[in-house]
């Protein structure tokens, strides 16, 4: 599609088009939606050929030299897999009434359940074109569906305004406010649950060191480690992991400064086995969990790599909040509160699109519900 100085297209990839533009339009504050990141996940493999996630980046170029103006991360899926917003409903329903809703539209970053935006354009003109683009790109290919999930929450009006059935679900976050310790968090909790949260800490790292590792400090053995945690996880819970060995690498290329590695060694120090790990992305005012694994089962440990660990260093980091992924009740105790996250989905068939919207209603007014109710038991004191 062209006009005048004006063209937008589907690009080959995001490694095909300018760094520096696309970084300029993401801004630096999200890392998943970075150019380093992006591209680690293209060159490794995880996403392309054979994974069900065939990277489409709709992009505008204006001007004789085509200049990157705004730029969607798009993807044409044939699954479901790695998104952490369901519609494995929607996809059996419609089959069963005779139509295809594989391939689709993922406006998404691959396999992460974390808050970014979606479209990456300087006004909200473009980002309305944008909206319209992937509207055609799915007419054009064939696609029966656009999905926009995990939207930042600046960016949910255009996506509501722009038609799109919007859709709700829970996460758990902690927010810091203004503590200087983990102590200091500790302390606007109510009495029993922060002699729970000092004896769980107190369990997990008995006989364990642990480090906080970023930047130069990560190095390759310290990825063979993760990795090997990573491979762990992935067959419990997927069946085989989502990543490539060789994008731990490249991200640790090119991202390490924006990578936090919590490691556990077993012993004294940090000479001994590592038997448990977690893996964060540092954003601008947000420290993102992602991944974790462990070689050993330890009491607790999850809980401390992954959440207490993650409060210490957003604390030390003077990050205003944690986000810890996706799911996961047990956060709650744990000081984590219930947060709305918000999907945006358009559908061509005006028949399954009439139906997801009557579900979508129910869906949003239960989500509603149950985040009003969680919010009345979390653990700080009252008052």
């Not at 690009?11 to 095909?16: C, F, Q, R, S």
């Not at 999850?302 to 409060?311: G, M, S, V």
């Not at 744990?334 to 399954?352: F, K, M």
């Amino acid at each position: 599609m062209s006009e005048g100085d004006e063209r937008i297209r589907v690009a080959d990839a995001v490694g095909t088009l300018p760094r520096d533009a696309w970084d300029r339009l993401a801004g630096g504050d999200n890392p998943f939606t970075s150019w380093d990141f992006l591209t680690a996940l293209e060159d490794s493999g995880s996403v392309g050929p054979g994974t069900g996630w065939q990277p489409l980046p709709i992009v505008i170029e204006r001007g004789a030299d085509h200049a990157l103006c705004a730029a969607m991360p798009a993807y044409a899926k044939s699954h479901s897999q790695g998104e952490y917003v369901f519609d494995y409903a929607w996809a059996d329903a419609y089959e069963r009434a005779g139509g295809s809703y594989y391939p689709k539209l993922q406006i998404a970053a691959p396999f992460t359940p974390a808050t970014g935006p979606r479209l990456l354009a300087r006004g909200d003109a473009d980002a309305a074109l944008l909206l319209r683009a992937a509207e055609a790109v799915c007419t054009r290919f064939g696609l029966s569906s656009a999905h926009a999930t995990f939207i930042a929450p600046e960016q949910q009006p255009l996506f509501a305004d722009g038609g799109w059935l919007m859709r709700s679900d829970i996460q758990f976050h902690w927010e810091n406010r203004g503590y200087d310790s983990f102590d200091a968090f500790l302390a606007a909790l109510s009495s029993r649950k922060r002699k729970a949260i000092r004896k769980e800490r107190a369990a997990a790292q008995e006989g364990l060191t642990i480090r906080h590792l970023s930047g130069p400090e990560i190095r390759a053995e310290h990825w063979d480690a993760f990795w090997e945690f990573y491979q762990d996880t992935g067959a419990r819970k997927w069946g085989q992991p989502y990543l490539t060995r060789e994008a731990f690498a490249l991200l640790g290329e090119r991202m390490a400064d924006r990578i936090l590695l919590v490691l556990a060694y077993d012993g004294a120090d940090d000479s001994g086995q590592a038997i448990a790990g977690a893996l964060n992305f540092i954003g601008g005012t947000t420290l993102f969990g992602r991944y974790w694994g462990c070689t050993q089962q330890r009491r607790f440990l999850h809980f401390e790599l992954c959440y207490y660990q993650a409060i210490d260093a957003a604390i030390a980091r003077g990050l205003a909040r944690v986000e810890a992924g996706a799911q996961g009740g047990h956060k709650l105790m744990r000081g984590y509160e219930p947060v709305e996250t918000w999907s945006a989905h358009w559908i061509a068939d005006p028949g399954l699109r009439e139906a997801i919207g009557d579900f979508l209603r129910h869906e949003r007014d239960a989500v509603a519900h149950d985040r009003s109710a969680m919010a009345g038991h979390t653990p700080f004191k009252e008052g």
